[in-house]
């Protein structure tokens, strides 16, 4: 099985290219008002079209309005939308694309409630998109359920291989980083993405 890796954050095209030059299989692209690397529609646009049959594009929204992330998608194609908040189970189901739903931490209740989702954890208190390091091997739990489970939550490349290794037996379905491979910010570095995916056939072969 291939640990599939998401750079998410993703800001301009040229990061979009270097992002599948390193091995990306998923890119998020960040429609959340506030945060730093949330995108108007026109820099969505060319990101999306820019690497259109590379790698899967994923449209991140946080407790949106339903409208919105129609608006959004009318615009900009995608393959699949991960909600980041507290979005309830009705608001999930109704989206047409495959979902990616977060959870704070290896939550067994809440992960129940999205059958129908791939599930990102992260940081239990933190909440996402904070970059905050966690204890991922209690992911582990999820995964021998059957649940297809993201790692997120302040990895990198050095910390990548620890999370992977630390859930188990079963690796999970993939990973996401944002903050970790960034040289400044809004940018993704080169280097730092191929480390990471680097890091991850590295423990996958250990597994």
Known sequence: MKVRVKFCGITHPDDARAAIDAGADLIGLNFVPGTPRCLGLAEAVAIAEAVAGQVERVAVFRDADPYDIERVLRRIEVE?????GDEPEEEVEAI?????????????EAAALYPGSILLLDHPTEGGGRGRAWDW???GVLIEHGYDVILAGGLDAEKVQQAIEGVGDVLPWGVDV???VESEPRRKDVAKMRAFVEAVRRAESAG
């Open 96 to 108: 047409e694309l495959p979902t990616i739903k977060a959870l704070r931490g290896a939550d067994e």
């Open 178 to 180: 944002a903050t970790g």
């Open 80 to 84: 699949r939308v991960q909600l980041h």
């Open 137 to 139: 091997s209690e992911a």
